[in-house]
C-alpha cells in the first residue's frame, strides 16, 4: 500500500513536555501530489513537517517517507527529500552559483550534474547575470525562488515547503506556484504550508489543522461543498475560528 | 570525503569574504604580541619614594643618591616631617616612605649600627613587596660599602656571613618578556580557537541555515569535521605569526624544535576548538555563546600559569588547573621556548591533550544533534 504512498501517517504525536503541539494526526500524501498543510499560527503545522523531515522525534504513532519509517530510517530519508524552511535558508554569503555547487554537492551529486542543472536554473530563473553575485544582495522574492530550486536541486522525491511564498509579492507568488506545479508534474511530491487561501485552491489536496489535530482533508472543491463556503478562506475561517489554542 | 570537501569550500569561501574574521586572524596575534608583553611585566619601575631624611649627614644623602641611581625609584618627596610624607602617601604621589633618624650617621660611626624605618603603600601588593625588597637589597648593598670603609681589619668578619649567589638558568638575564610572550601565545591560540568555531556553527543556527543542513544526508561527523579543519589551520597560521613577531618584536628564538611546537599546538587546537564546538551545542545566540566562552576565558587565563606561578596556588587552584588544557600548553611552550625540551620531555602533556580533544570533540559531536 505505502508503496503508492509519499506519506503516511497514523496517529502521529508531539508532545512538548504536557503541551501536545501534533496530536493523533493521521493522513496519506499520493505521490506526485501537491498536498496544501494549512492552519493557523500555531496549529502545528511546522511541527508535523519537522518530524516527516527528520528534523523533530515523534513522541508516538507510526510515519513514513517515501515508503521509509521515521523513528529508524531518517538519515535514508533525508536523500528522498528537499526541504525549504520558514527561515530563509541559503547562504547570504556564497554566490548564487556557489550555494547550488555546495546543496548538489553535499547531496553527493556529480560535478557534471551539478555543472547541467545549475545552468538548467540559472536559465528558468532568468538568473545568468547574478550567477556570481552574492545571494544576500537579491530581491526576497528572487531568493525564495532560488530556495526552491535549490530545494528540488537534487531532484527528491518529496519536496517539503514551510510558508514559501511568506512576503512576497503576488506576481512572484504567481511565477513561484509555477515552479511547484512543474516539480509536480515531473513526478515530485509536494507538501506545502501557507497562509494564502488562494493558494490553497492551487492544491490537489488540502488538509486543516486546528489545535494539533487534522480538522479537515479533501480536495479543495469538495471541502467547499461540504462547509457550504464560495472559496477555501471561508472554510478556513469556519474551521480556525473554533481553534481554542491561542494563535502566536 | 567528496561532501567533506564541498564543506571545506564552503568554509573556507565563507571565512575569506567575512573581513573581520580576516582583521582578527592577522590584528590580535601583532596587537595582543607587541603590546602585552610590556604592560605584563613583573618588574617594577618608577616606584615613587618619599624620603624622611632627619639626619642631613653625609651618609644619608650618599644612600639617597645610590638609591635613586637604580632606576628603580624616583625621588617623589624630600622632607624632614614623617606626617608631611604620609600625606604624600596617601594622596598617591609616594609608594614608599624612607625614614632615616636624625642620629643615623653618628650611630653608625661610633656604634657601629643604626635602624632605618621603611613604610610601604600596600594596596598594590606586588609593588609594596618588591619595592621593598628592592630598597632593601640597595640598603645592604650601602651597608656592605659603609663596612668595608670602616672596618678594614680583622681580615675575618668576626660574624659569619652567607652570600648567596645566583644564577637564572634558561633565562640568564631574567627576562620577562621571554616568559610573557610564549604564554600570550598560547591565550591568543586558545581565544582564536574557542570564540571562531563556537561563533561560526551558532550563526549558523541563528541564521537557520543550520536546519537545512540538517535536512541534508550530511554526516554530523563531516559536518562538525568541516568546521573544525579551517580553523585548525588558521590558528596554525596565527601560531606562525605570532611565532615571528616574538622573533622580530623581542628576538625570541625558541632553543627546543619549531617541530615540537607545532605537533603540541596542532593537538592542542583541536583541543580548543572542540571546546569552542560543545559551548555551540549548548548556545543559542552568539551572545550566549560570547559570553560562555568569555567566561571560560577568564578562567582559563587567571588559573593558566601565565601571571601567576601554579606551584604558589592554593591545592584546590592546582588542581582545578590539571583541567585547563591552557596550563599543559604555556608549560610546554616555556619549556620549549627557554629549555629546548623535545617531544619525549613534553610526552605527558602530549598525552593529556590527545586525551583533552578526544573527549571535547566528542561530547560536542554527541551533543551535536540533527533532530531534537
Given at each position: 500500500?505505502?508503496?503508492?504512498?509519499?506519506?503516511?501517517?497514523?496517529?502521529?504525536?508531539k508532545?512538548?513536555?504536557?503541551?501536545?503541539?501534533?496530536?493523533?494526526?493521521?493522513?496519506?500524501v499520493?505521490?506526485?501530489?501537491?498536498?496544501?498543510?494549512?492552519g493557523?499560527?500555531?496549529?502545528?503545522?511546522?511541527?508535523?513537517?519537522?518530524?516527516?523531515?527528520?528534523?523533530s522525534?515523534?513522541?508516538?504513532?507510526?510515519?513514513?517517507?517515501a515508503?521509509?519509517?521515521?523513528y529508524?530510517?531518517?538519515?535514508?530519508i533525508?536523500?528522498?527529500?528537499?526541504y525549504?524552511?520558514?527561515?530563509?535558508?541559503?547562504?547570504?554569503?556564497l554566490?548564487?552559483?556557489?550555494?547550488?555547487?555546495?546543496?548538489?554537492g553535499?547531496y553527493?551529486?556529480?560535478?557534471?550534474f551539478?555543472?547541467?542543472?545549475?545552468?538548467?536554473?540559472?536559465?528558468?530563473?532568468?538568473?545568468?547575470?547574478?550567477?556570481?553575485?552574492?545571494v544576500?544582495?537579491?530581491?526576497?522574492?528572487?531568493?525564495?525562488?532560488?530556495?526552491?530550486?535549490?530545494?528540488?536541486?537534487?531532484?527528491?522525491?518529496i519536496?517539503?515547503?514551510?510558508?514559501?511564498t511568506?512576503?512576497?509579492?503576488p506576481?512572484?507568488?504567481?511565477?513561484?506556484?509555477?515552479?511547484?506545479?512543474?516539480?509536480?508534474?515531473g513526478?515530485?511530491?509536494v507538501?506545502?504550508?501557507?497562509?494564502?487561501?488562494?493558494?490553497?485552491?492551487?492544491?490537489d489536496r488540502?488538509?486543516?489543522?486546528?489545535?494539533?489535530r487534522i480538522?479537515?482533508l479533501?480536495t479543495?472543491?469538495?471541502?467547499?461543498?461540504?462547509?457550504?463556503?464560495?472559496?477555501m478562506?471561508e472554510v478556513?475561517?469556519?474551521?480556525?475560528?473554533?481553534?481554542?489554542?491561542?494563535?502566536d | 570525503?567528496r561532501t567533506?570537501?564541498?564543506?571545506?569550500?564552503k568554509?573556507?569561501r565563507?571565512?575569506f569574504r567575512?573581513?573581520?574574521?580576516?582583521r582578527?586572524?592577522?590584528?590580535m596575534?601583532v596587537?595582543?604580541?607587541l603590546?602585552?608583553?610590556w604592560?605584563?611585566?613583573?618588574?617594577?619601575?618608577?616606584?615613587?619614594?618619599?624620603?624622611v631624611?632627619?639626619?642631613?649627614?653625609?651618609y644619608?644623602?650618599?644612600?639617597?643618591a645610590?638609591v635613586?641611581?637604580?632606576?628603580?625609584?624616583?625621588?617623589?618627596?624630600?622632607t624632614n616631617?614623617?606626617?608631611?610624607?604620609?600625606?604624600q602617601v596617601?594622596?598617591?604621589?609616594?609608594?614608599l616612605?624612607?625614614?632615616i633618624p636624625?642620629?643615623?650617621e653618628?650611630?653608625?660611626?661610633?656604634?657601629?649600627?643604626?635602624?632605618?624605618?621603611?613604610a610601604m603603600?600596600?594596596?598594590?601588593?606586588v609593588?609594596?613587596?618588591?619595592g621593598?625588597?628592592?630598597?632593601?637589597?640597595?640598603i645592604?648593598d650601602?651597608?656592605?660599602e659603609?663596612?668595608?670603609?670602616?672596618?678594614?681589619?680583622?681580615r675575618f668578619?668576626?660574624?659569619?656571613?652567607?652570600?648567596?649567589?645566583?644564577?637564572?638558568?634558561?633565562?640568564?638575564?631574567?627576562?620577562?618578556?621571554?616568559?610573557?610572550?610564549p604564554?600570550?601565545?598560547?591565550?591568543l591560540?586558545?581565544m582564536?580557537?574557542?570564540n571562531?568555531?563556537?561563533?561560526?556553527?551558532?550563526?549558523?543556527?541563528?541564521?537557520?541555515?543550520?536546519?537545512?543542513?540538517?535536512v541534508?544526508?550530511?554526516k554530523?561527523f563531516h559536518?562538525?569535521?568541516?568546521?573544525?579543519?579551517p580553523?585548525?589551520?588558521?590558528?596554525?597560521?596565527?601560531l606562525?605569526?605570532?611565532?615571528?613577531?616574538?622573533w622580530?618584536?623581542?628576538?625570541?628564538?625558541?632553543v627546543?624544535s619549531?617541530?615540537?611546537?607545532?605537533?603540541f599546538a596542532?593537538?592542542?587546537?583541536?583541543?580548543?576548538?572542540?571546546?569552542?564546538l560543545?559551548?555551540?551545542?549548548?548556545?543559542?545566540?552568539?551572545?550566549?555563546?560570547?559570553?560562555?566562552?568569555?567566561?571560560?576565558?577568564?578562567?582559563?587565563?587567571l588559573?593558566g600559569g601565565?601571571y601567576?606561578?601554579?606551584?604558589?596556588?592554593?591545592?584546590?587552584?592546582?588542581w582545578?588547573?590539571?583541567?585547563?588544557?591552557?596550563?599543559y600548553?604555556?608549560?610546554?611552550?616555556?619549556?620549549?621556548?627557554?629549555?629546548g625540551?623535545?617531544?619525549?620531555?613534553?610526552?605527558?602533556?602530549l598525552?593529556?591533550m590527545?586525551?583533552?580533544?578526544?573527549?571535547?570533540?566528542?561530547?560536542?559531536?554527541?551533543n551535536?544533534?540533527k533532530?531534537s
Amino acid at each position: 500500500m505505502s508503496e503508492q504512498k509519499a506519506i503516511t501517517t497514523n496517529k502521529l504525536t508531539k508532545k512538548f513536555g504536557d503541551f501536545t503541539a501534533v496530536d493523533e494526526i493521521s493522513f496519506e500524501v499520493n505521490k506526485g501530489e501537491i498536498f496544501g498543510f494549512l492552519g493557523a499560527n500555531g496549529a502545528g503545522k511546522t511541527t508535523a513537517m519537522r518530524m516527516l523531515c527528520g528534523l523533530s522525534l515523534p513522541t508516538s504513532g507510526e510515519a513514513t517517507v517515501a515508503g521509509l519509517n521515521v523513528y529508524k530510517e531518517n538519515e535514508k530519508i533525508k536523500r528522498s527529500i528537499g526541504y525549504m524552511s520558514q527561515k530563509f535558508s541559503l547562504y547570504d554569503d556564497l554566490t548564487v552559483k556557489e550555494n547550488m555547487r555546495f546543496y548538489g554537492g553535499i547531496y553527493g551529486k556529480s560535478n557534471a550534474f551539478i555543472k547541467q542543472k545549475t545552468a538548467y536554473i540559472l536559465d528558468h530563473l532568468h538568473l545568468e547575470k547574478e550567477a556570481n553575485v552574492l545571494v544576500k544582495s537579491l530581491p526576497l522574492g528572487w531568493k525564495q525562488k532560488l530556495a526552491f530550486s535549490v530545494a528540488v536541486f537534487h531532484a527528491p522525491e518529496i519536496v517539503f515547503l514551510d510558508e514559501p511564498t511568506g512576503g512576497v509579492d503576488p506576481v512572484t507568488r504567481r511565477e513561484f506556484w509555477n515552479m511547484i506545479y512543474v516539480a509536480a508534474a515531473g513526478g515530485t511530491t509536494v507538501f506545502v504550508t501557507t497562509h494564502y487561501m488562494d493558494e490553497a485552491e492551487y492544491c490537489d489536496r488540502v488538509s486543516i489543522m486546528v489545535d494539533g489535530r487534522i480538522d479537515a482533508l479533501d480536495t479543495p472543491i469538495r471541502l467547499k461543498e461540504k462547509f457550504n463556503a464560495a472559496s477555501m478562506d471561508e472554510v478556513f475561517l469556519k474551521l480556525a475560528r473554533k481553534a481554542a489554542r491561542a494563535a502566536d | 570525503m567528496r561532501t567533506l570537501k564541498f564543506l571545506l569550500q564552503k568554509e573556507f569561501r565563507q571565512i575569506f569574504r567575512d573581513p573581520s574574521i580576516i582583521r582578527l586572524i592577522f590584528m590580535m596575534p601583532v596587537i595582543q604580541l607587541l603590546i602585552l608583553p610590556w604592560a605584563a611585566d613583573y618588574e617594577i619601575k618608577n616606584i615613587k619614594l618619599s624620603v624622611v631624611d632627619k639626619d642631613h649627614s653625609d651618609y644619608s644623602r650618599q644612600l639617597i643618591a645610590q638609591v635613586t641611581s637604580t632606576g628603580y625609584f624616583q625621588l617623589a618627596v624630600y622632607t624632614n616631617s614623617y606626617p608631611e610624607a604620609l600625606e604624600q602617601v596617601e594622596s598617591g604621589n609616594a609608594d614608599l616612605i624612607l625614614e632615616i633618624p636624625s642620629s643615623f650617621e653618628k650611630e653608625l660611626i661610633k656604634e657601629d649600627e643604626s635602624t632605618l624605618f621603611l613604610a610601604m603603600n600596600a594596596i598594590d601588593g606586588v609593588k609594596a613587596n618588591l619595592g621593598s625588597a628592592y630598597l632593601q637589597s640597595i640598603i645592604q648593598d650601602f651597608n656592605k660599602e659603609v663596612r668595608i670603609e670602616w672596618i678594614q681589619f680583622p681580615r675575618f668578619s668576626p660574624e659569619t656571613q652567607i652570600e648567596i649567589t645566583s644564577s637564572n638558568w634558561f633565562n640568564p638575564l631574567m627576562n620577562y618578556k621571554y616568559f610573557m610572550v610564549p604564554g600570550i601565545l598560547v591565550i591568543l591560540l586558545t581565544m582564536i580557537g574557542t570564540n571562531l568555531s563556537s561563533i561560526n556553527i551558532v550563526r549558523e543556527k541563528e541564521i537557520g541555515t543550520i536546519e537545512q543542513i540538517n535536512v541534508t544526508p550530511v554526516k554530523k561527523f563531516h559536518f562538525i569535521l568541516g568546521k573544525l579543519l579551517p580553523f585548525w589551520l588558521i590558528g596554525l597560521v596565527v601560531l606562525t605569526i605570532g611565532l615571528f613577531i616574538s622573533w622580530a618584536a623581542y628576538g625570541i628564538v625558541p632553543v627546543g624544535s619549531f617541530i615540537t611546537i607545532y605537533a603540541f599546538a596542532a593537538l592542542y587546537l583541536f583541543a580548543v576548538l572542540g571546546l569552542g564546538l560543545l559551548i555551540s551545542t549548548y548556545a543559542q545566540t552568539q551572545q550566549q555563546a560570547m559570553l560562555l566562552s568569555f567566561f571560560i576565558m577568564m578562567v582559563f587565563i587567571l588559573l593558566g600559569g601565565l601571571y601567576t606561578s601554579i606551584d604558589s596556588m592554593p591545592d584546590w587552584a592546582k588542581w582545578v588547573t590539571r583541567f585547563n588544557p591552557v596550563s599543559y600548553f604555556i608549560e610546554v611552550m616555556r619549556m620549549v621556548v627557554l629549555k629546548g625540551s623535545g617531544l619525549i620531555d613534553i610526552k605527558r602533556h602530549l598525552l593529556i591533550m590527545f586525551g583533552f580533544a578526544v573527549v571535547l570533540n566528542s561530547w560536542a559531536i554527541i551533543n551535536y544533534r540533527k533532530r531534537s
